[in-house]
Nanobody, 120 residues
C-alpha cells in the first residue's frame, strides 16, 4: 500500500536548521505529475500549508516561512525536501507531507508526520 514517509525532524535551538525528507513507500510512485505540500500543525492550532512544489518545480511558500524555508525535489529518487533555516520557536509542530494529484482539488495522500521542536 502506498504511503508517504517523512523523516528529519528533531529538536533544534532557535536559529538552527533542519532538513525534512518525504518519500513514497510500499509502491512505485512518481512526483512528476503531482503537487507535494509540506504542512505543519502546532499544538492547539489548525494545520497550515507551509510550502508546495509541483512537478515542473514551481514552488509556493507561506509568508511566515518565505526566505527561511526551501522546498525541493529529487524526482529520480523520488523524494521531496524541506530545508528549514533560521528556525523560530513558532515553527514548532508536526510536519506532514502530502500529495495533490493533477485533477484533485485537495491533498489526498498524507504521511504520518515528523515532529519539529524549536527551543528558545
Amino acid at each position: 500500500q502506498l504511503q508517504l514517509v517523512e523523516s528529519g525532524g528533531g529538536l533544534v535551538q532557535a536559529g538552527g536548521s533542519l532538513r525534512l525528507s518525504c518519500a513514497p513507500s510500499g509502491s512505485i510512485f512518481s512526483f512528476n505529475y503531482v503537487t507535494v505540500g509540506w504542512h505543519r500543525q502546532a499544538p492547539g492550532k489548525q494545520r497550515e500549508l507551509v510550502a508546495t512544489i509541483a512537478g515542473d518545480s514551481t514552488t509556493t511558500y507561506a509568508d511566515s516561512v518565505k526566505g527561511r524555508f526551501t522546498i525541493s525535489s529529487d524526482l529520480a529518487k523520488p523524494a521531496v525536501f524541506l530545508e528549514m533555516n533560521s528556525l523560530k520557536p513558532e515553527d514548532t509542530g508536526v510536519y506532514y507531507c502530502a500529495v495533490r494529484r493533477q485533477f484533485d482539488a485537495s491533498f489526498t495522500l498524507w504521511g504520518q508526520g515528523t515532529q519539529v521542536t524549536v527551543s528558545s
